[in-house]
C-alpha cells in the first residue's frame, strides 16, 4: 500500500532564505507523485508533479521536486522564499491501481520578513 | 472557463439534519472525488467515481451518501448518522489516467451546531 510522509507540519524561512519541504513515500511499484499548495480556505493547487519521466521536476512558481528512488523521497525545493509563498503545502502519491490520491498530512509555511 | 465549482462556501446546520453539498465540474473529465480535510490531518477520502452510475467508498465513508448521475455532477449528503460532520469539504476531478492530477474546487465549510 502506498504511504506518503511529510516531515515537519510547520517550517518557517526568512524572506530570500531556501525553502526545503520534506515528502518521503512508501510503494510497492514506482508511483506518481504530486505537490500542492493550499491557500487559507481555499481549494488545492498542483504545484508540480512526477510521472516516471524527468527526475528533476519543475513546477509553477519557482518550485521543483527531485525524486530519489534510493532515498524514496520527493522533497520540494524554492531557492528563494517570497512573502506570498506562505501556505500549507501537500506531498500526495497516486494509489495503485486507483485513480485517488493518497495525502501526506501538510506542511504549513511561514515566511517571516 | 473550465473548472470545478463549490456551493455553498459556507453552510451551517443543526445536528441531526442531512445536507447536501453540491459540486460541478465542465472540465468533461470521467473521474470526480469527495474529500474531507481536519487540521493536522491532510485531506481523506470520503466517495470517488470514476465513471457516471458508479462510485465507490473511499477510507471514511460512513454517514456520507454520494450519487453520479451526471457526468459533471457528483453531490455528497452528510447524513445525521455522521458523528462528527464539522469540517472542510473539498470536491476534486481528474481524467481517467493515472498520470493526470486533481484539480479541486473551493471547498465547502460545513458546521453543524
Known amino acids: 500500500a502506498q504511504s506518503v510522509t511529510q516531515l515537519g507540519s510547520h517550517v518557517s524561512v526568512s524572506e530570500g532564505a531556501l525553502v526545503l519541504l520534506r515528502c518521503n513515500y512508501s510503494?510497492?511499484?514506482?508511483?506518481?507523485l504530486f505537490w500542492y499548495v493550499q491557500y487559507p480556505n481555499q481549494g488545492l493547487q498542483l504545484l508540480l508533479k512526477?510521472?516516471?519521466?524527468?527526475?528533476l521536476v519543475k513546477g509553477i512558481n519557482g518550485f521543483e521536486a527531485e525524486f530519489k528512488k534510493s532515498e524514496t523521497s520527493f522533497h520540494l525545493t524554492k531557492p528563494s522564499a517570497h512573502m506570498s509563498d506562505a501556505a500549507e503545502y501537500f506531498c500526495?502519491?497516486?494509489?495503485?491501481?486507483?485513480?485517488?490520491?493518497?495525502f501526506g498530512t501538510g506542511t504549513r509555511l511561514t515566511v517571516i520578513p | 472557463d473550465g473548472g470545478i465549482t463549490q456551493s455553498p462556501k459556507y453552510l451551517f446546520r443543526k445536528e441531526g439534519q442531512n445536507v447536501t453539498l453540491s459540486c460541478e465540474q465542465n472540465?468533461?473529465?470521467?473521474?470526480m472525488y469527495w474529500y474531507r480535510q481536519d487540521p493536522g490531518q491532510g485531506l481523506r477520502l470520503i466517495y470517488y467515481?470514476?465513471?457516471?452510475?458508479?462510485?465507490q467508498k473511499g477510507d471514511i465513508a460512513e454517514g456520507y451518501s454520494v450519487s453520479r448521475e451526471k457526468k459533471e455532477s457528483f453531490p455528497l449528503t452528510v447524513t445525521s448518522a455522521q458523528k462528527n460532520p464539522t469540517a472542510f469539504y473539498l470536491c476534486?476531478?481528474?481524467?481517467?489516467?493515472?498520470?493526470?492530477?486533481?484539480?479541486f474546487g473551493p471547498g465547502t465549510r460545513l458546521t453543524v451546531t
Open positions: 467515481s470514476q465513471i457516471v452510475n458508479d462510485f
Open positions: 510503494s510497492s511499484v514506482p508511483p506518481y
Open positions: 512526477y510521472t516516471s519521466a524527468a527526475t
Open positions: 472540465l468533461n473529465h470521467d473521474a
Open positions: 500526495a502519491v497516486r494509489q495503485t491501481g486507483a485513480n485517488n490520491l493518497f
Open positions: 476534486a476531478s481528474s481524467w481517467g489516467d493515472m498520470r493526470y492530477e486533481q484539480y
